[in-house]
């Protein structure tokens, strides 16, 4: 059972509303950080893992998806597209024209195909916050964004290093080109710092913080829409409460539909920064 | 549209990553103010160097900015 699910049954067994007989706060109900830890459905004892939970169900069914969605939109490719291919032809051309290209140039054509599989992928994680029964954005867990950072940053710097050859494409990245060589000593720690550790871990805590504070929201608006509806609270409060209960769902359903863009523009930004590093790796000296 | 990023990005005119900015102003801070954590220990201060170093780093970082995205 998820930790969302847990909440609320826990809620309702104790009939917490406002106004109610047994006083309780809303605190008592408001989901917090365990959404994000459910229960593992199996175990397997190795320290620092997790075990098989909500999280590891998803991610496979967002990897099935994104893999039937490419097999089946380009399987029989036509001249004139049916709805299906094109659906995909507007992602590649979206991809192409406002990630690829600006990010890389026509040189990175040849990365287009892991631009638009990471795209996809991002945003079949994200998206699962939204679909009943799941319920769960799957990025909002740090690993995986993590290990996609960890991914584009392996990736640029193995690129960076063919096209330049290890010493001139780190002199490149560490240097900055027109300051004065007598603050180099102090300028250049900054550079390496910034470019090869807090890049990458932004790169990757963006994903995830957004994912979680938006899911979080609308969690807690969902469970204020519960805490706050209270029809035994006799007279004026009853309507009062079925208001706040009517506002607090309303507001749930204007940032599920907030959220939907926020994952979309996220899962953008994401593939956008891989695409910058790369172009800037296949560039050398910035 | 291919041939207009292409003329684009000749001019000079790319994406460049904004979190860059801010990840500049971490490093420096971090980096420098670290470096000042460092020397408070060695040197027996409470905090001496330590706001030395952030403010250091955090102008060097401006400066750092300034050349790499404004200048340039």
Not at chain 1, 84 to 103: C, H, K, T, W
Not at chain 1, 173 to 183: D, F, L, R, T
Not at chain 1, 241 to 256: D, I, K, P
Not at chain 1, 264 to 279: E, N
Request: proline share 5%.
């Amino acid at each position: 059972m998820s930790a969302d699910v847990r909440t609320i049954s826990l809620a309702a067994e104790e009939n917490c509303h406002i106004f109610g007989e047994n006083q309780c706060g809303f605190q008592e109900v408001s989901p917090g950080i365990g959404l994000f830890f459910p229960e593992p459905w199996a175990s397997f004892g190795l320290p620092l893992t997790s075990g098989f939970t909500k999280y590891t169900v998803l991610l496979v069914l967002s990897v099935l998806l994104v893999m039937a969605f490419w097999f089946f939109t380009t399987r029989k490719a036509k001249i004139v597209p049916g709805r299906g291919q094109s659906i995909a032809e507007l992602l590649v051309a979206f991809i192409r024209d406002q990630v690829v290209r600006p990010g890389m140039g026509k040189a990175g054509d040849k990365y287009l195909p892991l631009m638009l599989a990471l795209f996809t992928f991002i945003f079949v994680m994200n998206v699962m916050g939204l679909i009943p029964g799941a319920q769960l954005p799957v990025t909002s867990n740090l690993a995986y964004p993590a290990v996609l950072a960890l991914f584009v940053y392996v990736l640029w710097n193995v690129i960076g290093i063919r096209e330049h050859g290890f010493g001139s494409f780190v002199k490149g990245k560490v240097v900055p080109s027109g300051a004065p060589v007598w603050i180099l000593p102090l300028l250049v720690p900054i550079e390496i710092v910034s470019n090869f550790v807090f890049r990458p871990v932004t790169h990757a805590l963006r994903l995830f913080a957004t994912m979680l504070a938006g899911h979080l929201l609308l969690a807690v608006f969902a469970a204020g829409g519960f805490y706050l509806f209270n029809l035994n609270a006799g007279g004026l409060l009853s309507v009062v409460s079925v208001g706040y209960s009517g506002l607090s769902l309303l507001a749930f359903l204007v940032f599920t539909g907030f959220e939907l863009f926020i994952m979309a523009l996220q899962a953008y930004v994401f593939v956008m920064l891989a695409s910058v590093y790369i172009g800037e790796a296949i560039e050398g000296a910035h | 549209m291919s041939d207009r990023q292409g003329a684009a990005r000749n001019s000079g005119e790319r994406n460049v990553d904004p979190a860059s900015v801010i990840a500049y102003l971490l490093a420096g801070m971090a980096v420098w103010g670290g470096l000042g954590w460092l020397a408070d220990q060695a040197l027996d201060f409470q905090a001496l160097f330590l706001p030395i170093g952030v403010l250091l780093g955090l102008a060097l970082a401006v400066y750092l900015i300034y050349v790499q995205f404004i200048r340039s």
